[in-house]
């Protein structure tokens, strides 16, 4: 250990165990077991009142996920600063692993087998990727943000496995990375002209895109355009789930009670469409109490963010709490027809092994960075250590 490091280590100490257990935020880990809560009772209507086969095994997931959230809380955010790059590094091999070994599941190539858990690792590279984005930024200053030649690395660290997500094919998570990416660049600095010159050329480049789309995505967003122009095909998911979400009304039809999912009319009700299922049985009153626990979530991880004394924390909450945010936006705006079907899960509510773990994960080091957030990380070439 240098003496920099040693004079560092004196003047920003170690929290004990009892000082972090004390700093837990247990008001957002009530949140958060209310909005499992939410999930593993529409997995039990969705099972016409069985805990079988959803509702117990996410329990048993949730758990799990639960114990990993404050282990990953406890430990101190510098480790999780040094571990950044090869928990990305780790990330961008098991995608690359899919392609090599991954298993094929409703016509895309995403996981990969290892027994006891069928691994999505895209579900492991969005948390992955904020943290590799964090720490890269967190080593400059607003100068260089504003140098392009210091953006070319980060633009590579999103659009390496922005790109092999694409080859599974699964556009929406791919999507999501760039958007996850877009924020932390935001929040590190990046000036908004550069955000429109990419936006500009996107916008160029839809022909191109749109070319080498497949299929079944082409199809997806000629359906959006006009869902009603093949019922009983492509337009079916979106026309059985605008049925349910009206058929619910203002109070719905009861728990249990769905007509829609309990005779098998809304497809995947488990997992990408479990917020139609939730709205039906339990109404428009029922959606907006769950979009406000999610509200709730968000602006805790806000709050986190703009609380901590490192740019690196800062940057980790702020991207954690975007991804969330994208995770529940893209799923509740598909189902109810504003945009694309793209197979987004809600988090924490539909049924899933790999998006729970990674949700929880990302969790735990959203709280990590409030119960460390008087930490301080030195900064590369900067005097003041934030």
Known sequence: MSMLDEMHLRRNPSLTLGQKL????????????????????????????????????????????????????????????????????????????????????????????????????????????VLALARYFHGLTLQDVGRPHYLIPPVFL???PAALVLRQPDLGTALMLLMVSGAVFFAAGVRWWKFALVIAAVGGAVPLVWSHL???????????????????GSGYHIMQSKIALGSGGVLGKGFLQGSQSHLNFLPEKQTDFIFTMLAEELGMVGGLMLMALFLLVFIYGFAIAMRSRNHFGRLVALGVTVN?????????????????????????????GTAMLAVLFSLGLLISVSIHRDIRIPRRGLRDEA
Do not use: C
């Open 214 to 232: 497949h299929t079944y995505q082409q199809k997806r967003v000629l359906t959006f355009l006009d869902p009603e122009s093949d019922p009983l």
């Open 22 to 129: 004390w700093s837990i935020n247990w008001g957002l880990i009530l949140l958060i077991a209310l909005l499992a809560g939410f999930g593993m009772a529409m997995l039990y209507s969705a099972a016409n009142g069985s805990f079988d086969p959803w509702a117990s095994r996410q329990a048993m997931r949730f758990l799990l996920g639960l114990s990993v959230l404050l282990v990953v809380a406890l430990i101190d955010i510098r480790l999780w600063f040094r571990l950044a790059y090869p928990i990305y590094l780790l990330s961008l091999l098991l995608l690359v692993g899919v392609e090599v070994m991954g298993s094929i599941g409703m016509g895309a190539q995403r996981w990969i087998d290892l027994g006891i858990i069928q691994l999505q690792p895209s579900e492991v590279m969005k948390v992955a990727l």
């Open 158 to 160: 999103a659009f390496a």
């Open 324 to 352: 969330l945010f994208l995770y529940v936006f893209i799923n509740i705006a598909m189902v109810t027809g504003l945009i694309p079907v793209v197979g987004v899960p809600l988090p924490l509510v539909s049924y899933g």
